[in-house]
C-alpha cells in the first residue's frame, strides 16, 4: 500500500525556537496533505489541508503564523510551528491523499513534538 | 455539519471474547466510513472502510457494516487477541475528503 513518512519522529526543542516537520508520499503524488493535532488520550483535529502550488486552508482557531504549512512539491509539505512554547507540545500527524487512484487518505506515522 | 460519535472507553476484554465498538455519524450526503487502528506511539492504520450503504469492510477479522437506515458503522470482532489492544478510531469522509474523526476508543484485551 501507499507509504507517507514524517521526519523527524520525535523532536525536543526550547521555548522560543522553531521546528520544522516534514511529510513526504513515497509512492504516490499528493495534490493534498493534511496535518492534524492529537492530545494526549483525544482524537485528532484538523488543522489545516495543505494543497500543493498554492496557499494552506487552515482551519477554525488555528494560526497560520504560528504554523506554517509550505507544500512545495506533489511528494512534501512541511509544518513549522514558529516560536514555540510548552502548550505546542503534541503529536502532529499528517496525512496524504492520492489523487490518483483511490482518493484514499494515507496517514504518516507521527510526529511526537515536545517544547521545554 | 458532519460528526461522528464513537462510544467512550475503555473497553476491557478478556482474550477470545466478543468485541462490539459502536459508531453512529451525521452527514449530509452519502460519505464513505472508516475504522482506523492506532498503536501506542504510532500513526493511525485504516483497518477498514465502506464506500456505500449495505457495504460490509473487513480486516484481520474485524468487520463493519454500512447501516445507512441506522446511521452507524459498528466494529466487532468474534474472538480478541492481546495484540488487538490498540486505540480506535471511527472516522467519515465527505465530498471534500476532509475526515471527521470520532473520540477513539481505547481497547485493552487481557491474556
Known amino acids: 500500500g501507499a507509504v507517507v513518512s514524517q521526519h523527524p519522529s520525535r523532536v525536543i526543542c526550547k521555548s522560543g525556537t522553531s521546528v520544522k516537520i516534514e511529510c513526504r508520499s513515497l509512492d504516490f503524488q499528493a495534490t493534498t496533505m493534511f496535518w492534524y493535532r492529537q492530545f494526549p488520550k483525544k482524537s485528532l483535529m484538523l488543522m489545516a489541508t495543505s494543497n500543493e502550488g498554492s496557499k494552506a486552508t487552515y482551519e477554525q482557531g488555528v494560526e497560520k503564523d504560528k504554523f506554517l504549512i509550505n507544500h512545495a512539491s506533489l511528494t512534501l509539505s512541511t509544518l513549522t510551528v514558529t516560536s514555540a512554547h510548552p502548550e505546542d507540545s503534541s503529536f502532529y500527524i499528517c496525512s496524504a491523499l492520492d489523487s490518483g487512484s483511490s482518493y484514499e487518505q494515507y496517514f504518516g506515522p507521527g510526529t511526537r513534538l515536545t517544547v521545554t | 455539519g458532519n460528526s461522528v460519535t464513537q462510544m467512550e472507553g475503555p473497553v476491557t476484554l478478556s482474550e477470545e471474547a466478543f468485541l462490539t465498538i459502536n459508531c453512529t455519524y451525521t452527514a449530509t450526503g452519502y460519505p464513505s466510513l472508516f475504522w482506523y487502528v492506532q498503536y501506542p506511539g504510532e500513526g493511525l492504520q485504516l483497518l477498514l472502510k465502506?464506500?456505500?450503504?449495505?457495504d460490509k469492510g473487513s480486516n484481520k477479522g474485524f468487520e463493519a457494516t454500512y447501516r445507512k437506515e441506522t446511521t452507524s458503522f459498528h466494529l466487532e470482532k468474534g474472538s480478541v487477541q492481546v495484540s488487538d489492544s490498540a486505540v480506535y478510531f471511527c472516522?467519515?469522509?465527505?465530498?471534500?475528503?476532509?475526515?471527521?474523526f470520532g473520540t477513539g476508543t481505547r481497547l485493552k484485551v487481557l491474556a
Open positions: 472516522a467519515l469522509s465527505g465530498g471534500t475528503y476532509k475526515y471527521i
Open positions: 465502506a464506500t456505500k450503504a449495505d
